[in-house]
């Protein structure tokens, strides 16, 4: 089983800079890739960036594609959001989560960080 915390929400003024972070324990062997996900208030949750365990291979979607970085860490069981130019629209939920291939669903989802951005 795989175990996600994020952490790293703020309350930011439009164009700032967040990095969020996405901490991963338990079988972490497992997992094919972790993605973050949003949820913006009164909405539904909604992909935002992926990256692969194992090759880190990324994918975007399009309102955050360059404004927005997935990386990383391996050694320290970690995956960041970089997130560049914020805009108001990015205010959001925004959570993490895992799966064991690219077909399932993401699972082992974490209790979320908020992120606010100010006009």
């Known amino acids: 089983q795989v175990r996600l915390g994020e952490s790293g929400g703020e309350s930011v003024q439009a164009g700032g800079s967040l990095r969020l972070s996405c901490t991963v324990s338990?079988?972490?062997?497992?997992?094919?890739?972790i993605a973050w996900f949003r949820q913006p208030p009164g909405q539904e949750r909604v992909f935002v960036a992926a990256?692969?365990?194992?090759?880190?291979?990324?994918r975007y979607a399009d309102s955050v594609k360059g404004r927005f970085t997935i990386s990383g860490d391996n050694p320290k069981n970690t995956v960041n959001l970089q997130m560049n130019s914020l805009k108001p629209e990015d205010t959001a939920v925004y959570y993490c989560?895992?799966?064991?291939?690219?077909?399932?669903?993401?699972?082992?989802w974490g209790q979320g960080t908020r992120v606010t951005v100010s006009s």
């Open positions: 338990g079988r972490t062997s497992s997992i094919y890739d």
């Open positions: 989560a895992a799966r064991p291939n690219s077909v399932t669903r993401y699972d082992g």
């Open positions: 990256i692969t365990w194992r090759d880190g291979r990324t």
